[in-house]
């Protein structure tokens, strides 16, 4: 697993496991943060069998399935405002997650290409990393 939080002034990482083999598969979520004002998130997690994420509804926005859109631009707008004064008032810091700064080369696309296939069937490691 390898995770990105970048804000306006910073990035925090947080890499856990350094190797993975030819055939193995990985998925990557990217987005908005919803607990942090104005921090985008981007995780990559790598595995050889089968994967079961589940999320509670209240922290994902879906805004498109199969390439349909549910919502627009000012949708989304109103929506980061709203979230944002509710995120003020949490007061969690970024510094106190945890994360231990180990950053992975796999989160910049251009070193990920060379360790992954991408198609319509998914995304295959076509090399072996260890780190």
Known sequence: MYIKLSTDTDNYY????????????HIWLAGYCSDFENTTINIMLVFDGEIHLNFHESDIVIESINFNSYIDFDNVNDFNKANDSFISLKKIRIEDLGFNNIKSEL??????????????????AIKNYNV
């Open 14 to 25: 947080h890499s856990i496991g350094n190797e993975f083999c030819v055939g193995d598969k």
């Open 107 to 124: 989160l910049e696309f251009n070193n990920n290409i060379k360790y992954f296939d991408y198609s319509e069937t998914g995304n295959f």
